[in-house]
């Protein structure tokens, strides 16, 4: 089946900082979503975006489907950005999402 | 608008005890899905169903039964817990592909589970 794989697995950032979280997968998809799970253990859709560009605020999502990978962009990043950030892409089935091992991020004061 | 609505929030079990994970969607969503995440890790699938009637294993089944007799419910059931059945569990709801943003998946707050 499709393998995900993200890196790196831990960030930690000052506040104010950039950073940039990768995904990379092993067979063409289409759906690919990118999930933030918050330190109460929430998860929360950030983007669906099997392809392209989308923005939302201060954070922004790129996938290149073409050479299987997607990266999230978290800019001047806040402590409320710290959690588990996770990749998940559509089984070759279209069925279920397979889901990569995460990010986690931690941005201090 | 609810969402995906898992109850309880948190249990404690004794190795050997049931119990039944409950899962409710407001969506109309035909897919319904269980996972569980352990510490430090990422999600695992342990079921999910297509629509009502039909279900199928996903990677961790073993353990676990599930059943959905109407779309909007998708039980989750432990039959004689086990230590290694400690963790977070998560039911989440996709509808059927579409197009653009109506293909996401939303997942409920999540159930955390003991076995003692």
């Known amino acids: 089946g499709i393998q995900v794989e993200q890196s790196p697995p831990d960030l930690i950032l000052q506040e104010g900082a950039n950073s940039t979280l990768r995904c990379n997968f092993s067979?063409?998809?289409?759906?690919l979503q990118w999930f933030h799970q918050n330190p109460w253990g929430q998860l929360i859709n950030l983007f669906y975006i099997p392809s392209g560009t989308k923005q939302n605020g201060r954070l922004s999502a790129t996938t290149v489907a073409t050479e299987r990978y997607s990266l999230l962009y978290i800019s001047s990043s806040q402590t409320t950005d710290s959690g588990v950030y996770f990749c998940?892409?559509?089984?070759?089935?279209?069925?279920?999402?397979?889901f990569g091992k995460g990010t986690t991020l931690s941005v201090s004061s | 608008n609810a969402g995906v609505t898992q109850t309880p929030k948190f249990r404690i079990l004794k190795i050997g005890q049931s119990m039944t994970l409950q899962c409710t969607q407001d969506m109309n969503h035909n897919y319904m899905y269980w996972y569980r995440q352990d510490p430090g890790m990422g999600l695992k699938l342990i079921y999910y169903?297509?629509?009502?009637?039909?279900?199928d294993k996903g990677e961790v089944p073993n353990g676990y039964n599930v059943s959905r007799s109407t779309t909007e419910d998708f039980p989750l059931r432990l039959e004689l817990a086990a230590p290694s059945q400690t963790s977070v569990y998560f039911c989440?709801?996709?509808?059927?592909?579409?197009?653009?943003?109506?293909?996401?998946?939303?997942f409920g707050a999540g159930t955390r589970l003991s076995v003692l």
């Open positions: 067979d063409s998809v289409n759906n």
């Open positions: 169903s297509v629509g009502a009637g039909i279900t």
């Open positions: 989440a709801s996709r509808p059927l592909a579409g197009t653009g943003t109506k293909n996401i998946q939303y």
């Open positions: 998940a892409v559509l089984n070759q089935a279209g069925t279920a999402l397979i």
